[in-house]
């Protein structure tokens, strides 16, 4: 965009009613005598302030404050190096702001991109898209493109993606013609904004030449930075459709200050608040601070499952907020809420479903007792931090073979078989990063040829010194495919003692399970009382039996599924199996 030797045109065009004149410049210009400019009828000035990461034009600020003194309006553009290097695009777009110091009253700043830095036509837009929108994040307003035709099919292939995203003011390069050959399909079917007709105009105040421009309007309100911003921004949200959440909630442009006091979930019901946690994106989706970067989404998310059949309202500043989520002009988000209710069905490998292998006394054990289970696949996971991990076990001759991987990655496989029991086994795990970690403990169900039974036992876990009894374990039954499992799958188990657990708020509800020749007793346990014991043994096998649970005040309740271990003579098992959970009243 400098300034090539050539005879001066006039400054007006023919034929272009309804445009107003103006011209862009740079250090090439040299000194500009710009009350002189104001004068010849210029209305507009588009000045260089940067190019790349560091450059800045020599003359910007005298530039700036010369055409604004003389009534001239004004903006800048910068001259786009793009490469690959990481975040290229934010820091050239973070420099040209920090240099430019547009504010309200100015125009809209341009993106002049006539380099590619060897970046193919995808890598380009995208690189484009980034700087655009890194300005708009923090400028509060869309910047424009300047471009030629052909430069622009040469360099992005033509593409549309800009103008389609939001970019719609064209700048467009075409000399010496009566009208300007556009790129992008008519820039997207926008059309131009701003055209340099000329890269070599006469204009009085101005040695040599000077690129000369029109805008198509009579009015400058369309493409200049509003005054201090004063309307409130706006929250939308997207709600959960599982026990897991999240709920992400949207802003419609950046905002700052969000915390726990002016987003988060609560249950009107009982005025109670899940713990949850906030994750802060920009519009690009990279995390940013929630207090002080430039928020355009939140994500918050229920560090516990949510609670099936419980109503919910997740909230943008309450009524009464001390501190607010505000938008860069301080205006407050007005109060915002979405009302949703948690799932009333749950499969077996819901979260909303927690499982616990069965716990046998022993002296001998570390806590006095162990976690045992037995069928393939059934999993026992505990979290903890440290560079190292010993699972405590127990050898014997019921014991079968263990799987143990750590942050999903197998770290072993053991025979747990021995001709005599012994507790205090140490499976030792160390070189770990520092940090936190989970080890899983998985269920093979094989075992050595002398072995009597398949069983893995979890004892205890040791961590940085600490020995936990007892651990908490996320436990899991085995789960197998059955094809008429409403989830295609079953969890199940055969181990007296082994339970299953489902919470929800209603007056019913329905476990749905399996009959057939290998199922056996379970009890039903409702809010610590027993309420029967079942038998779900069939000659033929039956999936989605319900069992019911009705006639409850309307509430938080509790389901515990007990496996008996037990079953009738004909029987050639004692599964027990959850297919899911439903509330169904």
């Given at each position: 965009m400098g300034a090539a030797p050539a005879p001066p045109i006039p400054i007006l065009p023919v034929g272009l009613p309804g445009t107003l004149p103006g011209i862009d410049v740079s250090h090439h210009q040299d000194e500009i005598d710009w009350a002189e400019v104001a004068g010849s009828g210029v209305r507009f000035a588009v000045a260089k302030a940067t190019e790349g990461r560091t450059f800045v034009d020599p003359r910007y600020e005298e530039n700036k404050v010369g055409a604004m003194t003389n009534g001239v309006a004004f903006t800048a553009y910068h001259f786009a190096r793009p490469d690959d290097t990481p975040n290229d695009a934010v820091r050239e777009a973070d420099h040209f702001l920090d240099v430019a110091g547009l504010e309200p009253g100015n125009l809209i700043p341009a993106l002049d991109i006539e380099r590619t830095g060897g970046l193919s036509d995808a890598e380009i837009t995208e690189?484009?898209?980034?700087?655009?929108?890194?300005?708009?994040?923090?400028?509060?307003?869309?910047?424009?493109?300047?471009?030629?035709?052909?430069?622009?099919?040469?360099?992005?292939?033509?593409?549309?993606?800009?103008?389609?995203?939001?970019?719609?003011?064209?700048?467009?390069?075409?000399?010496?013609v009566s009208e300007p050959r556009l790129p992008a399909e008519d820039w997207a079917g926008n059309g131009w904004t701003f055209w340099q007709y000329s890269n070599c105009g006469a204009i009085p105040g101005i040695g040599g030449c000077v690129d000369l421009d029109r805008f198509d309007g009579t009015s400058f309100d369309p493409v200049?930075?509003?005054?201090?911003?004063?309307?409130?921004?706006?929250?939308?949200?997207?709600?959960?459709?599982?026990?897991?959440?999240?709920?992400?909630?949207?802003?419609?442009?950046?905002?700052?200050?969000?915390?726990?006091?002016?987003?988060?979930?609560?249950?009107?019901?009982?005025?109670?608040?899940?713990?949850?946690?906030?994750?802060?994106?920009?519009?690009?989706?990279?995390?940013?601070?929630?207090?002080?970067?430039?928020?355009?989404?939140?994500?918050?998310?229920?560090?516990?499952?949510?609670?099936?059949?419980?109503?919910?309202?997740?909230?943008?500043?309450?009524?009464?907020?001390?501190?607010?989520?505000?938008?860069?002009?301080?205006?407050?988000v007005p109060t915002s809420v979405a009302d949703f209710a948690a799932p009333t069905e749950v499969e077996e490998s819901s979260p909303a479903v927690s499982y616990a292998w069965r716990s046998v006394s022993a002296d001998a054990a570390f806590g006095g007792r162990y976690a045992v289970e037995r069928r393939a696949g059934a999993t026992a996971a505990f979290a903890f931090r440290g560079r190292s991990v010993t699972w405590y076990t127990a050898t014997g001759p019921t014991m079968g073979r263990a799987a143990v991987r750590i942050d999903g990655v197998p770290a072993g496989t053991f025979d747990q078989y021995a001709s005599r029991t012994g507790f205090a086994v140490a499976r030792v795990f160390g070189g770990l990063e520092r940090g936190e970690h989970t080890i899983t403990v998985r269920v093979l169900g094989t075992g050595s040829a002398s072995a009597t039974d398949t069983r893995v036992v979890v004892d205890a876990f040791e961590t940085g010194g600490d020995l936990v009894r007892n651990p908490a374990l996320d436990a899991r039954w085995s789960s197998e495919s059955s094809p008429g499992a409403s989830g295609g799958s079953v969890a199940s188990s055969d181990l007296q003692g082994a339970s299953a657990e489902f919470t929800f708020r209603g007056t019913a509800a329905d476990w749905l399970t399996v009959r057939g020749p290998h199922h056996g007793r379970a009890e039903i346990w409702v809010d610590g009382l027993l309420l029967r014991t079942v038998d779900n043994y069939a000659p033929q096998e039956t999936v989605a039996v319900a069992r019911h649970v009705t006639g409850l005040v309307d509430g938080l309740h509790t389901i515990r599924i007990v496996v008996l271990g037990q079953g009738r003579q004909a029987a050639e098992g004692t599964l027990v199996a959850i297919d899911r959970f439903a509330v169904v009243g």
């Open positions: 690189w484009i898209l980034e700087w655009l929108d890194h300005v708009t994040e923090r400028l509060g307003v869309r910047p424009m493109v300047y471009t030629s035709p052909n430069g622009w099919l040469t360099r992005t292939g033509d593409t549309t993606a800009v103008a389609e995203a939001g970019y719609t003011v064209l700048w467009v390069a075409h000399w010496n200049t930075i509003p005054s201090p911003d004063v309307t409130p921004p706006s929250a939308s949200f997207s709600t959960p459709t599982d026990v897991a959440g999240p709920v992400t909630i949207s802003f419609d442009e950046v905002v700052r200050q969000v915390g726990p006091d002016n987003t988060y979930v609560w249950t009107p019901l009982t005025g109670t608040y899940p713990p949850v946690s906030r994750t802060c994106r920009s519009r690009q989706g990279v995390e940013v601070d929630c207090f002080t970067g430039n928020v355009r989404s939140v994500i918050v998310q229920p560090l516990e499952p949510l609670v099936p059949g419980e109503t919910y309202q997740a909230v943008v500043n309450p009524g009464v907020v001390q501190t607010g989520v505000v938008d860069r002009g301080g205006n407050l």
